[in-house]
Each structure stands twice: as structure tokens, then as C-alpha cells.
């Protein structure tokens, strides 16, 4: 872990100054724009004198939840070595129609990202933010900054996260469902329903499977939510499957909640708007080439693969007869995806994950991974495989922007991570 990164920000707002904050290493350069109105710059230094800055880790400069819940050298587990059970997903709540701001809307004209622009937003509160009134610190820790749920690895109340501000671990905020664990180098946070969709981002997802021919309502075996069994053509075949098709806001939902492991990309969420909303077209668009938002549970798939019109046997989500590659729908994670994000979840470490669903093949454990995460996933703005395909992700936008991207660069990141 190499700390803190040398970066320069431009700020031109007080929000811009608490990103600016919760972005920094041990080394900040701030210009402050708009000469103008001398009381913003007043203010901002004022921000900053009172917050203090967070210290971070990663090549991207994500805080260091993960460091938070280890000894000083970054090696030993928990205090009692359990494994992260598999949680939950946080409970969903309908959103506002068409809430979100449109996706065209302006941006700040300094919309470049700086070096460290891939940190995430978790710089422990000014020292005057208020704390749950029934939780106090629960220990010491090492670097100020970072933010863990109660339970993950430190102790405290599970529906609380906390961060380390003058060597204690204290309270930030009582989570109003759940506290949610993120990947190791992501910060904790607290479970929010998602309201802010994109019109643009569903208009990607929305077009009608092509598989949805004639179809009629079925219950499946193993199945707890609606299918419908379809008989459809494509090309000179025919064919008939069970499908378990999520609906395009359903989509949208797990994108943007998957979009919050990749912290340099979610940061443009405020500062940036319109490249964000490109961004989780590109995410939406790997879903749609991949398999047309089409969950068989079974039966025949007909593609073409430029070879000619094949009908491929699925069951639970993947293909039948598969070697190596055996891809789980909607968004085709690879089994290697899935364990490498386990691992940073602290579930069971990549060697054991590998081992248990198996490394060749259909196996019964893969088949109930992937169709178990997809029932698991159906009612909540968490799916684990979006999030799983998202972690692989964040390498390769870390490795990208390692000397900082602006909004095309961290466009063309999303676009190798996503193909």
C-alpha cells in the first residue's frame, strides 16, 4: 500500500471542495476558480481547514476499508478470522418517474479528472459532524479517514458505519436499513433505495428480447419469481425456452449500484454528469451485445456467431456443454470474475471459490451460483454479478487513469473493461 498520491484539483464550489477533500492523499494543490467571488475561496479554505484530509490507498486512490478492518501491516483478518457472510441484497424501493436530470446536462467546463480523480469520496466527516446518538467510538486505529460498517472487521454495531479520526474509530452515520460491504478498497456505505435513473441509460436497455415471440406464463422449478415460456425463430430455426427476463429499469438500477465500485467513474455522478450517464450506457451496452437482457433458465438460445443460425442449450444461465468459458447471463461474468470478487468481499479466497464451483464446465455449484444470484437479485437494486463484473472493471480504469484521465479517457477505459 503506497498511501497517499501528490494530486491538483480545480474547485469551483464548496461542493467542489468537500470532493476536492475526500479525493486527496497526503499531498493536495488546490486552484480555486471564479476570482471573482472572493468569499467562495474564503469558504473553501475554510472546508478545508476544518476537515482535514483522508488518507488513501490503491493505485487508484480508493480509501482503504480494507486496510481499516487489518492489523498495522495489512496481513491479519478480523479479530475472529470469520469469513464476510454472503449478505443480503439491500431492500428496494420504488423510485420517482423519471427522477434523474436529463442526460445532456451541462457540465463544468473543468470536467477533466486530475491524477488522483479515482479516489473515492470517504474522508472522515469535520471534526463538528454529528454522530448517532447511541453509538460512541469502539477502538483505535491507524489512519484517519475510510469508511466501515460496524461488524466488518472491526467491532460496533453492524447498522452503523464508522471512520478512523484522531486514531479512533467513531461513528459517521446510523444506516436507516443496512450497512452495506463493499470490496476491499471501496468504502462501506450505507444502503440507499436508487432514485436518480437515467431516461438515457433504460432507453439502452429497453428493447424487447428477441426470444419474447410468443410466450405464456409459466412457473420453473427452483424458480421463486415469474418466467414466461416462449417459442420463437430466429434465422431458418425455431426454438423454446424458459426465460427469467429482468425489466429494463430493473437493469438500470443494478448498473448505477454497480457503478459505486468503481469510485474515480461514480465521482462524475456530481462533478460531471453527462459523462456519467455515458458511462452506464457503456455498462448497459456490454449487457444488451452479450445477451439481450435474456436470463434462460432453460431451454434452446439461437445465435449467430457469424458462422450461421446454432441453437444453444442453456440451464440456470449458462450454457450447456460449455468448456471453459461457461458465461453467466445477463452481463456474461466469467467464473474467474465471480471468485476474484468473492475474494475481495472476503467470502472465501479465489483458490476455494475455484475450487467449489469447479473451473471446467457446467457444474451444478456454477449453475446455482448464477441462477442464484439472479433470484436473489430480482426485487433489489443490488445485483452481486454487476457489481462482481464492476470490481474487474475498476483494474482496468485504475490502470488507465493512473496519471489521470479526462472525461473521453475515463470513456475509453469503460469501453476496454466493458467489451
Request: glycine share 10%.
Amino acid at each position: 500500500m503506497d498511501g497517499g498520491r501528490m494530486g491538483t484539483y480545480v474547485v469551483t464550489s464548496v461542493a467542489g471542495a468537500r470532493h476536492a477533500l475526500t479525493a486527496v492523499g497526503a499531498s493536495l494543490t488546490i486552484t480555486v476558480m471564479n476570482t471573482r467571488q472572493t468569499w467562495r475561496r474564503r469558504a473553501i479554505v475554510g472546508l478545508l481547514l476544518l476537515a482535514g484530509c483522508a488518507e488513501t490507498d490503491g493505485p487508484e486512490g480508493a480509501a482503504d476499508a480494507a486496510d481499516m478492518r487489518s492489523s498495522a501491516d495489512g496481513t491479519t483478518p478480523a479479530p475472529d478470522g470469520a469469513r464476510r457472510p454472503d449478505a443480503a441484497p439491500a431492500p428496494d424501493a420504488a423510485p420517482a418517474p423519471d427522477a434523474a436530470s436529463p442526460p445532456d446536462a451541462a457540465s463544468p467546463p473543468d470536467a477533466a479528472l486530475a491524477p488522483d480523480a479515482a479516489l473515492a469520496p470517504d474522508a472522515a466527516p469535520a471534526p463538528d459532524a454529528a454522530s448517532p446518538p447511541d453509538a460512541g467510538a469502539i477502538g483505535p486505529c491507524n489512519r484517519d479517514g475510510g469508511r466501515v460498517c460496524g461488524g466488518n472487521g472491526v467491532g460496533g454495531d453492524p447498522q452503523v458505519l464508522y471512520t478512523c479520526r484522531d486514531g479512533q474509530r467513531v461513528p459517521v452515520e446510523r444506516c436507516a436499513t443496512t450497512c452495506d460491504w463493499m470490496p476491499r478498497g471501496v468504502p462501506d456505505r450505507c444502503a440507499a433505495p436508487i432514485e436518480d435513473i437515467p431516461r438515457a441509460l433504460v432507453d439502452e436497455l429497453d428493447a424487447r428480447p428477441y426470444v419474447e415471440g410468443d410466450c405464456v406464463p409459466v412457473e420453473h422449478r427452483g424458480w421463486p419469481h415469474p418466467a414466461q415460456r416462449c417459442d420463437y425463430a430466429a434465422g431458418p430455426l425455431s426454438a423454446r425456452v424458459v426465460v427469467a427476463n429482468p425489466p429494463p429499469r430493473r437493469v438500470a438500477r443494478w448498473i448505477i449500484d454497480a457503478a459505486g465500485v468503481i469510485p474515480a467513474f461514480d465521482a462524475l455522478r456530481e462533478t460531471d454528469r453527462r459523462t456519467w450517464v455515458e458511462g452506464l450506457r457503456i455498462m448497459a451496452r456490454q449487457t444488451m451485445n452479450q445477451s439481450s437482457r435474456i436470463f434462460p433458465l432453460e431451454g434452446g438460445i439461437i445465435k449467430n456467431m457469424g458462422d450461421g443460425h446454432i441453437t444453444y442449450p442453456f440451464r440456470h444461465g449458462v450454457t450447456e456443454g460449455c468448456s471453459t468459458g461457461c458465461y453467466c447471463r445477463i452481463n456474461s461474468l466469467h467464473r474467474t470474475e465471480y471468485c476474484s470478487y468473492r475474494d475481495a468481499m472476503g467470502r472465501e479466497t479465489e483458490a476455494e471459490c475455484l475450487a467449489r464451483v469447479g473451473e471446467r464446465g457446467l457444474t451444478d455449484a456454477w449453475g446455482d451460483a448464477c441462477q442464484g444470484n439472479h433470484a436473489r437479485a430480482w426485487d433489489s437494486d443490488v445485483n452481486e454479478h454487476y457489481r462482481a463484473r464492476a470490481w474487474a472493471a475498476r483494474a482496468v480504469v485504475s490502470e488507465r487513469c493512473r496519471q489521470g484521465c479526462d472525461a473521453e479517457g475515463m470513456l475509453d477505459a469503460l469501453r476496454q473493461a466493458y467489451r
